[in-house]
Structures are given as C-alpha cells and as structure tokens.
C-alpha cells in the first residue's frame, strides 16, 4: 500500500456486476444495506454482453431469416435477404439497452458502482486497481460473483480462427462454415444459429449424444431438426488438434480407432467454463475451493470465511443466469439478518435451441434413480389446436408425479415457446401442486399452456384429447 493511503470504509461489497452481483447489490440496498459494486469490465457480465441476451437476440434474427426463407404457412409466400452487419449492430443494441438499464436500477438503489478489477488482501479488505491507481476497502460482508470464462482447450489453443462463444457472438459475416467442438447448450444454440444464417456448420460432440445433459427423447428431436439444417452431428468424436492458414483451419479428430479431418473457416470452442477464482488473492485470505476450482459454500451462500459469500458460476451447481441471481438474493438476505436459504428442486433449464428444450425438477429417470414410484403423463403438441395453427407441432409436454400422492415432482417439455411453459411448472413444483391441482386449473383455449393441463390429465388417465391405450 502506497504511504498514508486511505483505506475506505464499505458495509457490503460485490465483486462482479453480471446476474449473480448486481441482482445481489440491489436486494442488499432494497434490504438497507449501503453497497458498493465493482467490475473490472461491463455492467451485466457475460449473460448481458456475452452470453444469454446477445445470443437470444442472434437465435430470433435468424429463427426469423429462416422462417422467411421457407415460409411455414403455405400461401404466404415471402423472400429473405440477409444484411448481417445490421443484425449486428441491432443486437449491440439489444445489449446496450440492458446493460443501460443495470446502470439505470444501480444508480436508482444508490448502488456506488466502481469500475476495477479486485482482489483480497486481507479477509475484511480488498484492493481494488482501477486503470490509473489501486484503493482498499475495508468490508463488513462481501459477495463474490466473478463468473467464468470459456475453457480453452491445450490441444486446440484459441487463435484468430479458433475462437470462443465470445467471438461467435460479435462475427461480423456470417462464416461460410464452422465446426463447433461440444454439443452442450452453447454449441447447439450457436451452431444452429449460423447454420440457419447460411453457414456449413459441423458439430464434435465427446460423448454419444448432442446435449448429453438432457434425456435422449429431447435431444433426439434437435438432432433430427439440426440435420434439416444440413448440420453434420459427429457423436464420441474426439477432437485432437488443428492447423490454421490464411483462408480457415483443418481440424483433425479421432472417431475410435480411425482419425478424421474437417475444414472450416472457424473453429468454435464450447466445451465448457472455467469459474474466475485464480486471480482474486483467494488462497491468502483461505478460502476453499472445491477440486473444480469452484468455491465452496453452504445452503446460505457463504464460504469458509464467515464475512465472505460467493455465488453464480463461481459456485457449484448449473451455471445459469437465473440460479446466479437467485443465489444473489439468498447471500443479500442472509447479511441483512434473513433466514433465506437456496432450494435447487425448482431451478428450469433452458435450450434455446429449434425446437425448444426446457426442464425442472427431476427427470423420469432421476426419480426412478431415487427409487421412486411414479406417474408420467406426456401429452404432445400435434394434438394442441394452438399448435397445429401456429403450425408447430412437434414436441411434447412430459410430467413426472409421485405415483402416491400425486405430488409434481418434474416436467419436461420440446417445442415451441417451451422456454415460457416451463415456468407454469416450476410454480406448480414450488407450491406443492398435485397432478390434480394442475388438471384442475382452467387453461385458456387455444393456447399451448393447455398441454399442461391435458398432459397431468394424462397422467390422472383421464385426457380428453388422446386416447389413453
Ligand atoms: C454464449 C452463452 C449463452 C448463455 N445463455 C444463457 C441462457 O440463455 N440462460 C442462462 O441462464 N444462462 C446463460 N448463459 C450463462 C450465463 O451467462 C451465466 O450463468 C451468468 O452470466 C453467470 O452470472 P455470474 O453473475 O455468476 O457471472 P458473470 O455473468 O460471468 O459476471 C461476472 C462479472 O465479474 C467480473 N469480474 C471477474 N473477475 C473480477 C475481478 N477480479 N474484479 C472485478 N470484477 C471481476 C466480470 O467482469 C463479470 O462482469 C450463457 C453463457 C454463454 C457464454
């Protein structure tokens, strides 16, 4: 420290400005707490500038491009052109517009927001470097959500054709053709994505499905969607190394015992993100890490270090913007005198890949895992008037009940607009809803919220719109 620095005085203090920090520094300030923010880069972190907003607003230009090209209702017949530099710059937009509103609601809840990338000095302190000059600020409590970053891979290092979901995000032409090494969620929504923009798009995925995280009845209908989109799916492929030159690179990748190649003019790296926990002084202050690198904390966000609370991608658990902010809210609420705690039974995970996946709770599988008995009613989207007339009628609504009391225990659901169903579930899950109380609400007609309904009414054996065999 430099002479006769002055070491500031701050009651909470949030390192990272994405969903986890700055939904963490407002419940603190709504809760009475004063709150000072730091982030070394943008406001919003990586789901605004890098992640979830940017590659939704590329997924609905292209879903749009798409649907224009090949108009989905027979005689209405519509050409597209394709000007990609303006889809660009209205996706900067999109981004901009959100990352103002995070300055707009920090400034609103008197949020004292710094930017400067921090570390600890000591286990009540930080120091925070700012372009020009360092600062320390002495803490009360202290919430970490640093977030991650894409994971390079050694063998296939990142260069200017080798690149991450951060390059893909700001391409300014589409690429006449990419390979995209993991078919997790990012792969698939950026790889169809540019694949319904024009490009040749091949995916490698390890294991032997694309979104292995998924059961296969859901991944099986992107899978078949994608070859529509004449994507090459290369399963238990592994890819070894590659070779770059002026006009693309050629990827070498092992298939069992034989050894491939592919070229492309990109390469795009989504295998997966490292947790940002190896520059913020964390061994000094001794704070534990789990064998991944991740922090560990207990049910009220808290680490080792009793002042100190961490959240988001830096914790285990499904790295997603909406459980980052969860755990957000729970931390503030914990320093503020709360009794909250997190509760993960209820936390929906969203594809937005074409068609649409989205879940919550447990899978049929995960229950019958637990040993529990139990009732599943799935009830298909060819049979929904709303469906067949929006002419997207693939997919199906999946529910998983405790075969005893009825109790939802999980939900699935591919198709279109699965992103939204899901949310109808997780309330259901939440309350404690029976398959009845679902069967019994009163669902608009026609709408695609009616499968829920009918779906528990398959389950209860008593659907008015399928034939129960
Ligand atoms: C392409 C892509 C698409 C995605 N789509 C979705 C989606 O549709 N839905 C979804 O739920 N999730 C999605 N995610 C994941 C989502 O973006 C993350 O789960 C979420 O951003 C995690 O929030 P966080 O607050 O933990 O961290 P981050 O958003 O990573 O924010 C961390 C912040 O901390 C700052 N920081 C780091 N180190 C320091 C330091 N030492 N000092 C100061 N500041 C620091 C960083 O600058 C950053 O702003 C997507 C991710 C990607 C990459």
Not at 187 to 204: D, M, P, R, S, Y
Not at 442 to 453: K, N, R, S
Request: some cysteine; glycine content about 10%.
């Amino acid at each position: 420290m430099v002479v006769g620095e002055l070491t500031e005085e701050v009651d909470v203090l949030v390192i990272g400005a994405g969903p986890g920090g700055y939904v963490a520094a407002i419940r603190a300030a709504q809760l009475g707490k004063s709150v000072t923010v730091v982030d070394k880069a943008d406001l919003g972190g990586v789901c605004l500038n890098r992640g979830c907003i940017p590659s939704k607003a590329l997924i609905s230009a292209a879903h749009h491009y798409e649907a224009a090209k090949t108009s989905p209702y027979p005689g209405v017949e519509t050409t597209a052109t394709l000007d990609f530099s303006k889809v660009q710059a209205w996706k900067q937009t999109v981004v901009e517009k959100m990352t103002g509103g995070v300055k707009t609601l920090l400034k609103g809840n008197k949020i004292n927001v710094i930017q400067g990338e921090v570390f600890f000095s000591k286990p009540d302190e930080a120091r925070v470097m700012t372009e020009t000059e360092g600062h320390s600020y002495r803490f009360n409590h202290c919430i970490i959500a640093t977030g991650s970053r894409p994971i390079e891979l050694r063998s296939i290092p990142f260069s200017k054709r080798v690149i991450s979901s951060d390059e893909a995000l700001s391409f300014d032409q589409v690429p006449e053709s990419l390979i995209v090494i993991g078919g997790g969620y990012i792969g698939i929504e950026l790889g169809q994505t540019f694949a319904k923009f024009g490009a040749k798009v091949t995916i490698l995925e390890g294991t032997d499905s694309i979104l292995p995280l998924f059961e296969p009845q859901l991944s099986r209908l992107v899978l078949r969607n994608l070859k529509k989109y004449d994507v090459d799916v290369v399963t238990k492929a592994m890819a070894k190394s590659v070779e770059e030159d002026e006009t693309g690179v050629t990827l070498t990748y092992a298939l069992g015992e034989e050894t491939h190649t592919v070229r492309a003019s990109y390469v795009l790296v989504t295998v997966g993100r490292r947790p940002n926990t190896e520059e913020l002084g964390l061994d000094t202050i001794g704070i534990k890490l789990t064998d991944k690198g991740l922090i560990e904390v207990d049910e009220k966000c808290r680490t080792s270090v009793q002042n100190i609370y961490a959240i988001g991608d830096i914790v285990p658990g499904a790295a997603l913007a909406h459980k980052a902010s969860y755990e957000g809210k729970v931390a503030a609420e914990v320093i503020a005198g709360h009794e909250s705690v997190v509760d993960y039974r209820c936390i929906p995970a969203v594809v937005f890949s074409d068609p649409e996946i989205a879940t919550v709770g447990l899978s049929e599988a995960d229950a019958k895992a637990e040993n529990k008995e139990v009732s599943v009613g799935r009830f298909p989207y060819a049979a929904n008037g709303r469906a067949v007339a929006l002419n997207a009628d693939e997919g199906f609504v999946k529910l998983i009940a405790d075969k005893k009391s009825g109790l939802l225990l999980g939900a699935q659901v591919i198709g279109a607009e699965a992103s939204n169903l899901i949310a109808e579930l997780a309330l259901a899950i939440e309350l404690g809803a029976t398959l009845e109380d679902v069967a019994l609400t009163i669902h608009a007609h026609p709408t695609l919220g009616e499968m829920v309904m009918e779906s528990a009414e398959v389950a209860l054996g008593s659907p008015i719109h399928v034939v129960v065999r």
